[in-house]
C-alpha cells in the first residue's frame, strides 16, 4: 500500500503562485507514474499533469502548459507542482495519484480509473 499526502495549497490572488508537494510513504517503490488531478466545484475530476518515475516523461493538460511544472524527487518520495500566473479558473482541490507499474503508459496518463493511490486533495484558490 502507498500513502500519499498533499500540502502546500491556499487562497491566493490571479497572477501568484503556489508550489503544492505530495509525499508518499509505504511501499513506494511499486509505484509508476505520478499525477496531479483536480475538481472544481459542481465538475467531474480533471487530469492536470503526470510525471513518469524517471521524469523522463511529463504531461500537461492544455490549459496548464507554461504556467505548472510537474516534478519529482524520488530519494523524497515527493512529487511537486509549481503553479505559476495562477487564474481564478484554476480554483480547484488538487489531488495527487500514484499508479503501479504497467497501468499507466503514453497515451493513458489522463485516465484517473488508472490509478491506484489517491490522496485526500488540498484546496487552492484563486481570487479575481
Known amino acids: 500500500q502507498v500513502q500519499l499526502v498533499e500540502s502546500g495549497g491556499g487562497l491566493v490572488q490571479a497572477g501568484e503562485s503556489l508550489r503544492l508537494s505530495c509525499a508518499a510513504s509505504g511501499s513506494t517503490s511499486s509505484t509508476d507514474f505520478m499525477a496531479w488531478f483536480r475538481q472544481a466545484p459542481g465538475k467531474e475530476r480533471e487530469f492536470v499533469a503526470a510525471?513518469?518515475?524517471?521524469?523522463?516523461?511529463?504531461y500537461a493538460e492544455s490549459s496548464v502548459k507554461g504556467r505548472f511544472t510537474i516534478r519529482r524527487e524520488n530519494a523524497k518520495n515527493t512529487v511537486y507542482l509549481q503553479m505559476n500566473s495562477l487564474k481564478p479558473k484554476d480554483t480547484a482541490v488538487y489531488f495527487c495519484a500514484a499508479a503501479r507499474p504497467g497501468r499507466v503508459g503514453v497515451g493513458t496518463t489522463i485516465q484517473d480509473r488508472l490509478y491506484d493511490y489517491w490522496g485526500q486533495g488540498t484546496q487552492v484558490t484563486v481570487s479575481s
Open positions: 510525471i513518469s518515475r524517471t521524469g523522463g516523461i511529463i
